[in-house]
């Protein structure tokens, strides 16, 4: 199957610093989706991006598409303890199936 | 509106028992896809159905089955279970129009 390469593994920073995390493909894809899930519940859709340089923003977050359509980065500013939990990046190839990265964990620390 | 709902949300079974997991997508949704969540291997992708039809596949072995109703609701059934079953179960769903998924909080199943 399709290999998304998420990173990085983990993250332990410090509360008001920023985060940088990126999946990276061999294959091309439409659409890049990016979750955050918490502890005992399914992942929750932050940002989606559509079309090769898209960059889109909710609240604190910034996403990427990247223009060889193979990559893509999430930031998050200015980090608060609520942040804590895994970050997913997800590529959908033509035909609507989704890939996941292997989850990027984050640590807040006040 | 509300959102993806799963049930049940926990589940022990032994080996060699069967499972069927039930999943409730969005209104209006008519696609809806099923991925297994382990430490290990991440999300991996069992399956996905639009309007009743299994539009992809996984690489899963044929234990691992599924379909969808005319209401969009869909079911995943596990026969002869195996210990390395044991995951968190996800659902989600799509209008299929619009290439975003949205999530339930997942079955984690046991099995013992």
């Known amino acids: 199957g399709q290999q998304l390469n998420q990173s990085p593994q983990s993250m332990f920073i410090q509360e008001g610093e920023d985060v940088s995390m990126n999946c990276t493909s061999s294959?091309?894809?439409?659409?890049w989706l990016w979750y955050k899930q918490e502890p005992g519940e399914g992942p929750v859709l932050l940002i989606a991006l559509y079309k090769a340089g898209e960059l889109t923003s909710n609240g604190r977050l910034t996403a990427q598409f990247g223009i060889t359509r193979k990559d893509s980065f999430l930031n998050i500013s200015a980090s608060i303890p609520s942040d804590v939990g895994i970050y997913f990046c997800a590529g959908q190839l033509p035909g609507n199936q989704f890939y996941f990265g292997t989850g990027t964990s984050l640590t807040v620390i006040p | 509106k509300a959102g993806v709902t799963q049930t049940p949300r926990y589940l022990i079974k032994t080996r060699g028992q069967q499972v069927t997991l039930s999943c409730s997508p969005i209104?209006?949704?008519?696609?809806v896809s099923w991925y297994q969540q382990t430490p290990g291997q991440g999300l991996q992708f069992l399956f996905e159905?639009?309007?009743?039809?299994?539009?992809n596949k996984g690489n899963f072995p044929g234990r691992f089955s599924g379909r969808q109703f005319s209401n969009s609701r869909s079911e995943m059934n596990v026969s002869t279970l195996e210990l390395g079953d044991s995951a968190l179960y996800l659902c989600?769903?799509?209008?299929?129009?619009?290439?975003?998924?949205?999530f339930g909080p997942g079955t984690r199943l046991t099995v013992l």
């Open positions: 209104s209006g949704h008519r696609s």
């Open positions: 294959s091309i894809f439409n659409t």
């Open positions: 159905y639009f309007s009743e039809t299994q539009r």
């Open positions: 989600a769903s799509s209008s299929g129009a619009v290439n975003e998924q949205f």
